[in-house]
């Protein structure tokens, strides 16, 4: 079926340095998104990307949708302690009913 | 309510048992989904309503699992004979309409169901 592959699968940074993680695919996506996991809570959604080449940011968040409409980046700039938790990529395809496909996760952890 | 809801937000049982697990969509969202999610791993999509229909039952991982969902409102996903492999935190997630790419998905916060 199909699958996300995300890296890296964890980091462990410095306070104020960035972060960057990538999501890609065998498959073509229409949509990507990336959200955001904190200890016991449900995800919750960052960005959300819907044209191949498309480059948006959040605040401290970038994240683009590849050309070849297969992959995926998120950046994290000058990263602090609350940036801490699990970062999700996800995606629909033109065939998608009602499923997202989801990566396996990074965990970042930022040292003050 | 505010947010989606799920209950409870810790479950133990035993291996044999049958569980019940519960949630609460955002008030108005008609769309209901039901994900899985294994430790260190990505969300496992099971399940999705649309009011209280169930048009996409393909990620149930075996007949063992079943959902329901009344009055367009609160939704239950039961399992029954749990192994140990159904350790997992269950996640509940509902949208307005849906399930679109345009339309997000409001997650609960799980319920963490631990088989013995």
């Known amino acids: 079926g199909q699958q996300l592959n995300q890296s890296p699968q964890s980091m462990f940074i410095q306070e104020g340095e960035d972060v960057s993680m990538n999501c890609t695919s065998s498959?073509?996506?229409?949509?990507w998104l990336w959200y955001k996991q904190e200890p016991g809570e449900g995800p919750v959604l960052l960005i959300a990307?819907?044209?191949?080449?498309e480059l948006t940011s959040n605040g401290r968040l970038t994240a683009q949708f590849g050309i070849t409409r297969k992959d995926s980046f998120l950046n994290i700039s000058a990263s602090i302690p609350s940036d801490v938790g699990i970062y999700f990529c996800?995606?629909?395809?033109?065939?998608?009913?009602?499923?997202?496909?989801f990566g396996q996760g990074t965990t970042l952890q930022v040292k003050p | 309510g505010a947010g989606v809801s799920q209950s409870p937000s810790n479950k133990v049982t035993e291996k044999g048992k049958d569980v019940e697990l519960r949630c609460d969509p955002i008030?108005?969202?008609?769309?209901l989904y039901w994900y899985r999610q294994s430790l260190g791993q990505g969300l496992e999509f099971l399940i999705y309503?649309?009011?209280?229909?169930?048009?996409?039952k393909s990620g149930l991982p075996s007949d063992r699992f079943s959902a329901e969902r009344t009055g367009g409102s609160v939704s239950t996903l039961t399992i029954q004979r749990t192994q140990q492999e159904d350790s997992a935190v269950y996640l509940c997630?509902?949208?307005?309409?849906?399930?679109?790419?345009?339309?997000?998905?409001?997650f609960g916060p799980g319920t963490r169901l631990l088989v013995l």
């Open positions: 997630a509902s949208s307005f309409s849906g399930p679109s790419a345009q339309e997000t998905q409001y």
């Open positions: 498959s073509i996506f229409n949509t």
């Open positions: 990307l819907y044209k191949a080449g």
């Open positions: 996800a995606g629909w395809t033109s065939s998608n009913t009602g499923k997202l496909i």
């Open positions: 008030s108005g969202h008609t769309a």
């Open positions: 309503f649309q009011g209280n229909s169930a048009p996409d």
